[in-house]
């Protein structure tokens, strides 16, 4: 007791003479605290350097993703990565030195990977990367291609900082920098002082933080605007939280789920509202063309006053072309186009629906299609397996998937078996469901547009120009244009996929397929083009083979949002007959229109309806201002296109907005995505679609079957 009261009494007079310091001689208690500072900074050279270059790897990430030259100098996420890196560095001081600078430097080659893989993630999805794609890793090698067709040398100069920080460990260790400390045994003081520090600095960067910041953490789908507010590091670590809570959250929130679920539907009617366009195409076979990176821009566009894609864009001015359509793809890229078109549901939050949830209940065109007669089947020229379409196109509601294994692979351009190959092939077997079957929903998966668009077929995107020689004479000079860059490659690819898409119309027509069938075509994401590339395309210089001057009268504008709205891809329905009980089979649709819209529409058109989307039929809306959501909440309207993660607004029509109308558009986006992603992870839709419940198993999913 007496000891304690010591103890008590040493502690008491230890702050009364610290307030004393500070009122009657602060400047020495300031000297006092630099000089500690002085002392930890010399003899702990190794771990400042280890924070320093950690925290400057995190800057750099987040400036050479998003190209803004603010987020070098950003005070929130450089706190944010300091405190992070300080307080795991701490538990390196428990240990003895040599592991304690294993330990340190461990951290370092982690977040140098952790920066190295979001950078190239970043270039390719404009997102940062999950954890949760670990389930989905495997696909990675069938594509590897693509992915190193992305890198650049920017990738890999975080290496640079690692590389220093082993080099200076090595010259501190040749002058006997580190002999003195070699047996160090733990220092828990130390630790404990450093881990306060970091903790004293994490703090700090929560109380700049507003309710909007919070909010976005807490839901991680805008990551973009996460990693810029809290760095690279908090991020993952919340990654790794949110990829690890539909697990744990599915046995615990299914009832707040629920609720959420029944509250954003209760009113939506159980029946589709009727229009001119409704049952027009009930009984009709239904073949959908699932066009690998197809964007719209191509439609309609010339080189040397040739379309680059003639068959694609007769199909568009022969029939119902929604011209504003747009993709909600997050990584699940081609499997999320398939699973949002049958279902109208948005892709999940973390991994890919077609992975991670295809053991779930879905309301999905095939299984409606199967109530009204139809047999429905798939078709790929790659191994049914991949993004395991085998497994999750049964719980779609498809009768059969034909894969790889049940083609001829006669043919083989860049990821697999040629489009035209592939077409020829599936058209006869097609025609044998045909014969066996009343009525057929077929989907056909292209291939050969996939990046990294390696077609060579002698097409050329070189400019011709009519000039005048020296000599008077008119000649014809051709200049590089496109040629060499990565969108040449990719128009060169598109020609040819249009080539294979003309000859499948061909090849349909002259099998007697094509009078009583409704084609659906769309494009399933864009090709993650480079807006340099753009820039030449639509402002080439053919005198300098440069591109115009900004100032110059025919300078097209190509910035960040142009690029957004470039993203769209075709939408088209295609009939032989152009009017059906009086409705206008060929005509444009130019309000916009999501991925989520295809099936509400094209259902109304077949005598189907799914309460469960979240969706609209086009031909139902009442106003000409439909709201397409995409997965990292940004939102785009007629009117305007909205940046969430730099809460940015830009105009599409210049008109004077309604009093709130951003507000209201981005809460109908959160609830959106909340919602459609609640009905995935919680199973919401096994209450509702009893009849039509598919028993997956998981021995279902078998590498490389078909």
């Known amino acids: 007791m007496k000891k304690l009261k010591s103890k008590n009494k040493k502690i008491k007079n230890r702050i009364i003479n610290f307030f004393n310091e500070v009122i009657h001689n602060p400047f020495g208690l300031i000297m006092d605290v630099f000089s500690h500072i002085k002392i930890y900074l010399t003899t702990n050279i190794f771990f400042c350097l ?56 461990f951290i370092t080659l982690l977040g140098t990977t952790i920066c190295i893989i979001n950078s190239i993630y970043y270039t390719f999805y404009s997102s940062y990367v999950s954890v949760s794609l670990l389930s989905i890793a495997k696909y990675g090698e069938d594509v590897s291609d693509a992915i190193f067709d992305i890198i650049s040398g920017r990738d890999f100069v975080y290496v640079i900082l690692p590389l220093c920080l082993l080099f200076i460990y090595i010259k501190l260790y040749k002058k006997k920098y580190f002999s003195e400390r070699e047996n160090i045994n733990k220092e828990p003081r130390k630790a404990l002082s450093t881990a306060l520090f970091g903790l004293l600095v994490g703090c700090f960067f929560v109380s700049t933080l507003n309710s909007t910041d919070l909010s976005r953490i807490a839901k991680q789908w805008n990551r973009e605007h996460i990693v810029v507010k809290y760095g690279i590091y908090v991020y993952q670590i919340n990654d790794v939280i949110k990829s690890i809570e539909p697990k744990i959250s599915a046995l615990f929130g299914y009832d707040e789920a629920l609720r959420k679920f029944n509250d954003y539907f209760k009113d ?76 109208g549901l948005m892709p999940s939050n973390n991994g890919t629906a077609f992975v991670s949830y295809f053991k779930r209940h879905y309301i999905s065109v095939p299984l409606l299609l199967k109530d009204k007669g139809y047999y429905s089947v798939s078709m790929h020229g790659n191994v049914a397996s991949y993004w395991n379409r085998l497994a999750m196109h049964k719980t779609l509601g498809y009768d059969d998937v034909i894969g790889k294994s049940e083609y001829d692979i006669d043919e083989v351009i860049g990821l697999g078996l040629s489009d035209k190959s592939f077409f020829r092939q599936s058209v006869e077997k097609l025609k044998t469901i045909s014969d066996e079957h009343d009525k057929f929903y077929c989907t056909m998966i292209m291939l050969t547009n996939h990046t990294p668009f390696y077609v060579n077929d002698g097409y050329r995107v070189e400019l011709d120009v009519k000039e005048v020689d020296e000599n008077g004479k008119e000649v014809i000079n051709t200049y590089p244009y496109m040629e060499g860059t990565k969108l040449g490659r990719y128009l060169k690819s598109v020609h040819y996929a249009d080539e294979a898409l003309g000859e499948l119309m061909q090849e349909l027509e002259e099998a007697d397929l094509l009078d009583d069938t409704v084609i659906v075509l769309y494009g399933d994401h864009d090709a993650r083009l480079n807006k340099k590339d753009y820039i030449r395309l639509y402002n080439y210089d053919y005198t300098t083979d440069g591109v115009l001057s900004k100032d110059d009268p025919n300078y097209i504008k190509f910035d960040s949002y142009e690029e957004e709205l470039n993203r769209s891809t075709p939408f088209i329905i295609w009939t032989k007959d152009k009017k059906i009980n009086g409705a206008n089979m060929n005509r444009e649709i130019k309000t916009v229109m999501g991925m989520y819209d295809a099936m509400p529409t094209l259902g109304n058109m077949l005598g189907i309806y799914n309460k469960y989307t979240f969706g609209h039929d086009m031909f139902s809306l009442k106003e000409n201002d439909n709201v397409v959501v995409f997965p990292t909440g940004n939102w785009l309207s007629n009117k305007v296109y909205y940046n969430s993660q730099k809460m940015e607004t830009y105009m599409i029509e210049q008109t004077v907005l309604p009093e709130n109308y951003v507000k209201e558009k981005t809460t109908y986006a959160e609830q959106v ?9 919680y199973n919401l839709l096994s209450s509702v679609n009893e009849e039509n419940k598919s028993d997956i198993d998981e021995s279902e999913i078998v590498e490389g079957a078909r």
Do not use: C
């Open 50 to 105: 280890y924070v320093l270059f950690n925290v400057a790897n995190g800057v750099m990430v987040r400036y050479f993703t998003t190209g803004a030259t603010d987020n070098i100098f950003a005070f929130q996420p450089l706190l944010a990565d300091m405190a992070v890196i300080v307080i795991l560095g701490a538990f390196g001081y428990l240990m003895r030195h040599k592991i304690r600078v294993f330990y340190w430097y």
């Open 673 to 681: 995505l909340s919602n459609s992603n609640n009905i995935i992870v």
């Open 268 to 343: 939506k009617a159980d029946v589709a509202s009727k229009n001119k366009y409704s049952n027009v195409l009930e009984g009709k076979n239904v073949l959908v063309i699932h066009a690998e990176s197809i964007q719209d821009f191509v439609i309609d566009f010339k080189i040397n006053d040739e379309l680059v894609a003639p068959n694609l864009s007769k199909l568009a001015h022969d029939g119902l072309y929604f011209s504003n359509f747009y993709t909600q793809v997050s990584v699940g890229t081609s499997s999320d186009s398939e699973f949002t078109f049958n279902t």
